[in-house]
């Protein structure tokens, strides 16, 4: 007997939509015109199993000839949301453990040549996972290294928008330092949209889009910005909206969608680490 759709959806047109952006698993290489990178698997380390669509959508479209591997479930999350809540440290060590588990795992099944941590929250994992991968050569990419690199030495103001609150302690930590590695002082001033992350979660894309928007230009009404940064994965369908930030705002808005999965092909290209 049919049930009620109680989603609002068709979910013909819904599961049809995702099945061409991921596809079923195939043991056949992905081909693309970079003969650097055909051939190529990237094994993505997410916080979350649903986030896996976005690193799915911008893998394939940034990296055309790799072969995007995800792991990752919804109990990563769902507890570094408790320890945020909680006061407690974030994110929990066991989590820390977690991905370093499971990027040797997905190395052990498929062969991966590069691993990337997608999520912004567990880049605190980014060092363990690092050293627990260097005993079988494969590099490790945090997502928001290539973005946190660009704002820096861009210089001038950096506004930092974040949309999940347990995100925003280690976004920040990253940017500071990335200053201090590049030997760059650092300006930035946060804003924690976490209505926008509420829009998400209710498919509401448009809204979280605009919501964003209006913050980024709340800002700029009350203080000189010279770019901008979009602290999670998630947040990178604001380029749907905005795909010319320069042109809109005057300065560039960067989301690690786009820039941490370029910065994963440079490392793929480069081949495996001794």
């Not at 609002?8 to 939509?17: E, K, R």
């Not at 809540?85 to 974030?90: F, I, N």
């Not at 912004?120 to 973005?147: C, K, L, W, Y």
């Not at 320069?246 to 081949?271: D, H, K």
């Amino acid at each position: 007997m049919m049930t009620t759709n109680p989603f609002g959806v068709d979910p013909v047109q819904l599961f049809g939509d995702y099945m061409k952006v991921t596809g079923v698993p195939s043991l056949a290489p992905a081909q693309g015109p970079d003969p650097r990178l055909s051939g190529k698997k990237l094994g993505v380390v997410n916080g979350s199993s649903w986030v896996s669509l976005w690193s799915t959508y911008f893998g394939r479209l940034m990296l055309p000839g790799v072969k995007i591997v995800n792991v990752g479930n919804e109990a990563v999350q769902l507890n570094f949301m408790d320890a945020h809540h909680r006061g407690r440290p974030c994110p929990p060590q066991i989590n820390i453990d977690l991905f370093c588990r499971y990027a040797r795992d997905v190395f052990d099944l498929v062969g991966v040549d590069a691993i990337l941590i997608s999520c912004s929250t567990m880049n605190r994992a980014f060092r363990q996972v690092r050293e627990h991968m260097q005993a079988v050569g494969v590099p490790v990419v945090q997502i928001d290294e290539a973005m946190m690199e660009e704002a820096v030495t861009t210089g001038g103001r950096i506004l930092v928008i974040a949309t999940h609150g347990p995100t925003v302690k280690s976004t920040q930590s990253l940017l500071q330092e990335t200053a201090a590695r590049l030997g760059r002082s650092v300006d930035f001033v946060g804003a924690t949209v976490e209505d926008a992350f509420d829009l998400l979660g209710q498919g509401r894309i448009a809204e979280h889009n605009a919501l964003i928007d209006r913050t980024i230009l709340s800002v700029q009404k009350e203080q000189p910005i010279d770019i901008v940064v979009l602290a999670q994965l998630s947040m990178s369908v604001f380029s749907f909206y905005r795909p010319d930030p320069v042109a809109a705002y005057g300065i560039p808005v960067l989301n690690s969608g786009q820039t941490g999965f370029r910065r994963a092909g440079e490392v793929l290209a480069a081949g495996r680490v001794d």
